[in-house]
Nanobody, 126 residues
Framework: QVQLVGSGGGLVQAGDSLRLSCAASKRTFRYYTAGWFRQAPGKQREFVAA????????GYADSVKGRFTISRYNAKNTVYLQMNSLKPEDAAVYYC???????????????????WGQGTQVTVSA
């Protein structure tokens, strides 16, 4: 079982940047699709970004495309989410996730992921 620990959230102003990190407890994580989701109060959890095991293929929600970048450093079993030009509507609890299968056929769907981090809060003031 893979344990994921997310970190890097905080309180920032609109236009600022943050980098979230997600460290996995097992080396096998490096062979699996990884993703980031977020959930704002009163809203459903939504897809933010995903990357294949190699980092060679990535995907983003339209709302963050061009501002957020997902990457991974497999030597450290870690996935990152670089968030630039943050907006108040980006405020949420951000969760990292590890796919159930090495290649997630539907990486935008939460059901494709079997392991989740504890969530890290991102707050963006206007």
């Amino acid at each position: 079982q893979v344990q994921l620990v997310g970190s890097g959230g905080g309180l920032v102003q609109a236009g600022d940047s943050l980098r979230l990190s997600c460290a996995a407890s097992k080396r096998t994580f490096r062979y699996y699709t990884a993703g980031w989701f977020r959930q704002a109060p009163g809203k459903q959890r939504e897809f933010v970004a995903a990357t294949t095991w190699s980092g060679g293929n990535t995907g983003y929600a339209d709302s963050v495309k061009g501002r957020f970048t997902i990457s991974r450093y497999n030597a450290k079993n870690t996935v990152y989410l670089q968030m630039n030009s943050l907006k108040p509507e980006d405020a949420a609890v951000y969760y990292c996730a590890c796919a159930i299968d090495p290649v997630a056929l539907r990486p935008v769907e939460a059901d494709s992921y079997g392991y989740w981090g504890q969530g890290t809060q991102v707050t963006v003031s206007a």
